[in-house]
């Protein structure tokens, strides 16, 4: 069975561009997590999907930040435009729903803004 | 809100010897409580898990963790190092009953001495 499928797996940018991140869950996973990783921290949640809906985007800089989850399914998560403190790791996660407890992460695409 | 704190940034062990890295929690409810892994450059990797079954909990690769109540804590241990251990270790913390954003420990980086 496939893992989590994020892509790119790197990204360097010019600041005030834009960037896409895609993300393709495991198959049947209602549940989709978009995570942001600074260098030297844990993983802070940005936004959690429960199938298509945005149940929790509080940490999500909605100013310059997107995130989409068309049909449930693939998400997409947007930055436009970039700024240099947006340089981290990216990663999406899945579990089946909301009540299962274990997460699966996917290998995370690392932004680089210049 | 529930949280958890990780005691020592870096955590050096000698081949051989007993790991122990450690996790605090805060939760206002019954807390399911995780320990990931993650290995250069890749994503996270789950551990072990702890939902309120058994307070001794067997992961993959030898590791284990306790869960102490009385202490607020979940330790994970493993009796002897490996080289292949060396990585960054995040303790993670999920609400049940309706508040289940995982959220992660600034993390533990352990080092494997020869």
């Known amino acids: 069975e496939a893992g989590v499928v994020q892509s790119p797996r790197y990204k360097i940018i010019e600041k005030k561009q834009p960037v896409a991140f895609w993300c393709n869950p495991i198959s049947g996973h209602n549940t989709l997590y978009w995570y942001r990783q600074n260098l030297g921290q844990g993983p802070e949640l940005l936004i959690r999907y429960e199938n298509e809906e945005a149940v929790d985007d509080s940490q999500l800089p909605k100013d310059r930040f997107s995130a989409e989850r068309l049909k449930g399914v693939d998400s997409t998560l947007k930055i436009q435009p970039a700024e240099l403190g947006d340089s981290a790791v990216y990663l999406c996660?899945?579990?089946?729903?909301?009540?299962?407890?274990?997460?699966?992460f996917g290998q995370g695409t690392r932004l680089t803004v210049v | 809100a529930q949280s958890v704190t990780q005691l020592g940034s870096h955590v050096s062990v000698s081949e051989g010897a007993l790991v122990l890295l450690r996790c605090n929690y805060s939760s206002s409810v019954p807390p399911y409580l995780f320990w990931y892994v993650q290995y250069p450059n890749q994503g996270l990797q789950l551990l072990l898990k702890?939902?309120?079954?058994?307070?001794l909990v067997k992961g993959i690769n030898g590791f284990e963790a306790e869960f102490k109540k009385s202490e607020t804590s979940f330790h994970l241990t493993k009796p002897s190092a490996h080289m292949s251990d060396a990585a960054e270790y995040f303790c993670?913390?999920?609400?049940?009953?309706?508040?289940?954003?995982?959220?992660f420990g600034t993390g533990t980086r352990l080092t494997i001495i020869p």
């Open positions: 702890y939902t309120s079954a058994a307070t």
């Open positions: 996660a899945s579990s089946l729903d909301r009540l299962n407890t274990e997460a699966f």
């Open positions: 993670a913390v999920i609400g049940n009953f309706g508040n289940e954003k995982l959220t």
